[in-house]
């Protein structure tokens, strides 16, 4: 069973930074595709940011765009998402999840093509 620990949630203010962490118990974590979603309250998941399996290729929501970072690192089995700059709007439960297939090249945007996730960390942003 894999298991995927979120982590560096918290309440900050706008304009200020976190990064969030999420660690992964699994044998050839480097050859799986990560990504981070995130859901506010009444709403529904959505797609966040995403890192290939060999960090070759990252991918991100507009809104986030130039503002988040993701990145990875296979020797500690540890995907992070570096959130600069933000805003009221980021508020919400984030989680991060592994592609259900291994070398993935696209698709990364779609939550149904991943099928282990985090317990989810709440970052809110005040205003």
């Known amino acids: 069973q894999v298991q995927l620990l979120e982590s560096g949630g918290g309440l900050v203010q706008a304009g200020d930074s976190l990064r969030l962490s999420c660690a992964a118990s699994?044998?050839?974590?480097?050859?799986?595709?990560m990504g981070w979603f995130r859901q506010a309250q009444g709403k529904e998941r959505e797609f966040v940011a995403a890192?290939?399996?060999?960090?070759?290729?990252?991918y991100y929501a507009d809104s986030v765009k130039g503002r988040f970072t993701i990145s990875r690192d296979n020797t500690k089995n540890t995907v992070y998402l570096q959130m600069n700059n933000l805003k009221p709007e980021d508020t919400a439960v984030y989680y991060c999840?592994?592609?259900?297939?291994?070398?993935?090249?696209?698709?990364?945007?779609?939550?149904?093509?991943?099928?282990?996730w985090g317990q989810g960390t709440q970052v809110t942003v005040s205003s």
């Open positions: 890192i290939t399996w060999n960090a070759g290729n990252t």
């Open positions: 999840a592994n592609r259900r297939t291994s070398f993935n090249t696209d698709g990364y945007g779609y939550s149904g093509n991943y099928n282990y």
């Open positions: 699994r044998r050839a974590f480097s050859s799986y595709g």
